[in-house]
């Protein structure tokens, strides 16, 4: 079936750090990539997107990478502060108006 | 502008009774989508509407789980007989009919079934 994975569970980074996110999916059509930020008793936020005809988007303080031929996503935050501290979600679709297959979520922790 | 609400925010029944949670789209977006997340586990899609009309329900667990949107506004999601790993917190999500139509999330409804 397919899945969109996280390699590793929780991230722990000191403030001021930068912090990488990584994320493997599954589906070789997938052609639009999401990352997600959910915050405790909120929903889930949009950070940045990427589609399959780049390599590397960027935003404020955040960058996602997209690499097709190893179908891995990454998400890199510049100077991570404690506001960064929430779970964050890779997610990949077939399209824009297409269901979402999202990833079990990592916890990033800043520690002061 | 008011996002994405969703009622209520905690359900807490037990094993066999009916709840039925409530999504609000922001106004104007025709997809409406319900996502689950149980404890520990990743997001995973449970349907899709555009306006009334359901696009997509493969994510729908079972015939226990309803959907509806009557009038293309406001949609609800029962669930009857609730089971306890129904449990979780419900999602829903909208956004515009577009090619890059980003997706606009609610606080979720959390449901403890005991």
């Known amino acids: 079936g397919e899945s969109v994975g996280l390699h590793l569970p929780t991230l722990s980074v000191q403030e001021g750090d930068n912090s990488i996110i990584n994320c493997a999916y599954s589906?070789?059509?997938?052609?639009?990539f999401i990352w997600y930020k959910q915050e405790s008793g909120k929903g889930p936020q949009f950070i940045i997107d990427?589609?399959?005809?780049?390599d590397k988007r960027q935003g404020q303080r955040v960058t996602v990478l997209l690499n097709k031929t190893v179908k891995h996503l990454s998400l890199q935050i510049a100077a991570t502060q404690p506001g960064d501290s929430a779970v964050y979600f890779c997610a990949d679709t077939t399209g824009a108006n297409s269901k979402l297959t999202f990833g079990k979520g990592i916890t990033l922790s800043v520690r002061p | 502008e008011a996002g994405v609400t969703q009622f209520p925010s905690h359900s807490v029944i037990e094993k066999g009774q009916t709840v039925t949670l409530r999504c609000d789209p922001i106004?104007?977006?025709?997809?409406l989508y319900w996502y689950r997340r149980v404890m520990g586990k990743e997001i995973k899609f449970l349907l899709h509407?555009?306006?009334?009309?359901?696009?997509?329900e493969s994510g729908m667990p079972n015939n226990r789980f309803l959907a509806e949107r009557t009038g293309g506004t406001y949609s609800t999601l029962k669930v009857q007989p609730a089971e306890l790993e129904d449990s979780g917190v419900y999602f829903c999500a909208s956004s515009v009919l577009t090619l890059t139509g980003e997706l606009f999330f609610g606080e979720g409804s959390r449901l403890t079934v005991l």
């Open positions: 509407f555009v306006k009334e009309s359901k696009q997509d």
């Open positions: 589906n070789s059509a997938s052609d639009y």
């Open positions: 990427i589609r399959s005809n780049m």
């Open positions: 106004s104007g977006h025709d997809n």
